[in-house]
């Protein structure tokens, strides 16, 4: 995928339009993601103690020096960027659902030029994969 073919805003407006349910667009990204970043995503989901449900309740990605962070809360979606330094983190801001749509996808960007499992991933949730 050539890096000047990829517009990130209009991938960002794509995915929120085609997913205005922000649990389903969460659940779908996780089962797109879950294979390329393992461990660098942290799902937590709804329900108690005893009861697990499929449902997401907040997503954790780490990527380079950033940890982007989607937790829904009720009727809407908290979405946080933490930045990192040498392992301490420095800043944490708290940006709406399509700015962090864009920072995850331009970062899944950056791993794709390097990762053939990261650049199918990428594509299926850009171009219409499981989204």
Do not use: Y
């Amino acid at each position: 995928m050539p890096e000047d073919a990829f517009d990130l805003d209009l991938a960002a407006a794509t995915l929120q339009s085609n997913a205005g349910d922000v649990p389903l667009l969460l659940k779908l990204l996780v089962t797109q993601l879950s294979e390329v970043l393992d461990k660098r995503l942290v799902v937590e989901r709804a329900g108690g103690r005893f009861r697990k449900s499929e449902a997401v309740k907040s997503v954790e990605v780490t990527l380079g020096n950033d940890v982007l962070r989607a937790e829904i809360d009720g009727a809407s979606v908290r979405c946080t960027i933490g930045h990192s330094s040498g392992g301490i983190r420095i800043r944490s801001e708290e940006v709406g659902l399509d700015e962090w749509l864009k920072r995850l996808l331009a970062a899944l960007q950056a791993e794709a030029s390097h990762s053939e499992l990261a650049r199918r991933a990428l594509e299926n949730i850009v171009i219409g994969g499981a989204l």
